[in-house]
């Protein structure tokens, strides 16, 4: 049987734009509260929220902002984001997510790459100064005529300036907008390379919010903690648009992830979901005064962002009361989302799979060489199709065509296996396989096995360059407090007989944090180069393979 799934059309998709949907959720849902911002108290029903978004469209059209410009958005989760997410949607205009960390380099090349008119900004956020940075590559930035940061009296004067204008040409504006319009650029991470910008519709974002929501049985009576970055889809799109979709609450915890602040949101909030990647959920578990919140409305949530450790996700359920809790799996390009877990899966499935395919989408698993779609069981590359796969990355159709196929198939770079059930499981990128004296060795299985030692909080596995057998195993590993040290034969002894010789991890660091990008990921790339730098493996590095 082969590797290919398509998903459920039972449920039609939603035809209509981003600001024709926050309208008719407010039509319905109007009194409701739409928003919370912990760190200032702040808080919008439907109709306020509404409101506001459309002064916020209206002050940007006084601006000169118009259907197809590009506005760009630099700042942590805050309510403002949420404004202008809705607002250049209503207005047709293909807001640009530009990654809080970002120093000048990287935001000179997004706001030349975008060709960003409009930059709307924090005016500093953690140890980084945005007014000095924008001023510093403004003048090689010839698109970009006007920057609002966030709180100044130019911020107001937009917000008053649309409070008091005519609403007409908003509607007018609405009534010329498509489904398939491009709303949004958002930056690959770009951990090799210069970040590439997926372009997305309203049809892309929207239905990925609303089948989100779906498969975590969201209603207005949700309240959706969402401590994940508004820049990424996780955020603005799983979190904001599977609100919004279905009349739940937005609840931003704080402007950067910080755990005790997203137990306290909520604990005091009433939470029913909770988002995060891996690393979130083990932090917050990690607390030492974990146990002292009152997390008993939780009912769902989603992990998602990268790989799930078994192990925590059990932890989620059982110690956090998250029943319901689902696993989603995707990447920017797929809006994100393309499989996720059911409520009503096993704990096993719910725990050690992605799920099953999305409504209203195909997925295969191919021959990373040959492109044929591999038999159930057997690994290959993720593919997927449908409504959610991007429009193409920005400006460069050459990196779109070797991404999507000609027949519309996103190859997606991660190794996945799909068992008889339609149940899909990630086993580890194309590029992060190691071949170890040609064995292929998939690190997320050792990793999940390392998971079951007591003292192992975290681990991540790469490979290194090895003179005999091409490549050799290394763990990077995070120990509970108060551990013994472990050292490698500890751990060669631990996994001596549970796993394959050729799958035992050679060397072992320990670490009190990992490499990583905003979002959560591993940046298995930097792992790697600072093991050749500390093992003395430089003349294994340089042999040449075929």
Not at 240 to 254: Q, S
């Amino acid at each position: 049987m082969e590797s290919y799934a398509a998903g459920s059309t039972a449920t039609p998709m939603l035809d209509e734009t981003i600001g024709a949907n926050l309208d008719r959720a407010t039509a319905r849902v109007g009194d409701r509260e739409a928003l919370v911002e912990c760190a200032t108290g702040r808080r919008w029903t439907y109709r306020e929220l509404r409101a506001d978004v459309d002064a916020c469209a209206l002050g940007l059209h006084a601006l000169g902002v118009r259907t197809g410009d590009r506005v760009g958005i630099w700042a942590p989760n805050c309510a403002e984001w949420v404004l202008v997410q809705f607002a250049t949607a209503k207005l047709g205009a293909i807001l640009v997510n530009i990654n809080p960390a970002y120093r000048t380099h990287e935001l000179a090349y997004v706001l030349k790459q975008a060709g960003i008119s409009v930059l709307v900004s924090s005016p500093e956020f953690r140890t980084s100064d945005y007014r000095a940075m924008v001023e510093e590559v403004a003048g090689d930035c010839p698109d970009l005529r006007e920057t609002v940061f966030l709180g100044d009296p130019a911020w107001d004067a937009l917000m008053a300036t649309g409070h008091a204008a005519d609403p007409a040409p908003l509607h007018e504006i609405g009534g010329g907008l498509t489904p398939d319009d491009p709303i949004n650029i958002q930056y690959t991470s770009g951990t090799t390379g210069f970040p590439k910008g997926a372009t997305l519709s309203h049809r892309n974002l929207l239905n990925n919010g609303y089948f989100v929501g779906e498969g975590c049985g969201y209603t207005e009576e949700d309240r959706i903690c969402i401590p994940v970055p508004y820049y990424h889809c996780f955020g603005m799109g799983m979190g904001n648009l599977g609100a919004v979709t279905h009349g739940a609450t937005m609840v931003i915890p704080a402007p950067g992830f910080d755990p005790a602040l997203t137990l306290r949101a909520v604990q005091d909030e009433r939470c029913t979901s909770l988002y995060g990647v891996p690393t979130m959920f083990i932090a917050e578990l990690g607390l030492p005064d974990f146990a002292d919140y009152d997390l008993s409305t939780l009912r769902t949530g989603i992990m998602a962002g990268s790989p799930c450790p078994v192990e925590v996700m059990k932890r989620v359920v059982s110690e956090m009361g998250m029943s319901e809790v689902t696993i989603c799996y995707g990447m920017t390009e797929t809006s994100p989302v393309s499989t996720q877990t059911g409520a009503d899966d096993d704990l096993d499935r719910r725990t050690a799979t992605v799920g099953r395919v999305h409504p209203h989408l195909e997925v295969k698993i191919v021959d990373p060489v040959t492109g044929a779609t591999v038999q159930r069981g057997e690994p290959g590359e993720f593919c997927t199709r449908g409504y959610s796969v991007m429009r193409g990355y920005w400006n460069e159709p050459d990196k779109t065509a070797e991404a999507i196929d000609a027949e519309g198939w996103m190859h997606t770079g991660d190794l996945a296996t799909m068992d008889e059930h339609g149940y899909l499981n990630i086993v580890g990128r194309i590029k992060d396989m190691v071949i170890r004296g040609g064995e292929n060795v998939y690190p997320r299985e050792i990793e999940e096995f390392l998971y079951t030692h007591p003292d192992v909080v975290d681990a991540q596995v790469i490979g290194v360059p090895d003179e005999r057998y091409g490549e050799e195993l290394m763990a990077w590993v995070r120990l509970r407090p108060g551990a013994e040290p472990m050292t490698a034969e500890s751990l060669r002894a631990y996994c001596s007989g549970r796993l394959a010789h050729y799958k035992i991890p050679r060397y072992v660091k320990l670490v009190d944090e990992f490499p990583m990008t905003v979002t959560g990921k591993i940046r298995k790339m930097d792992m790697r180069q600072t093991s050749i730098d500390e093992l003395g493996l430089r003349s294994a590095a340089a042999i040449r393979n075929a």
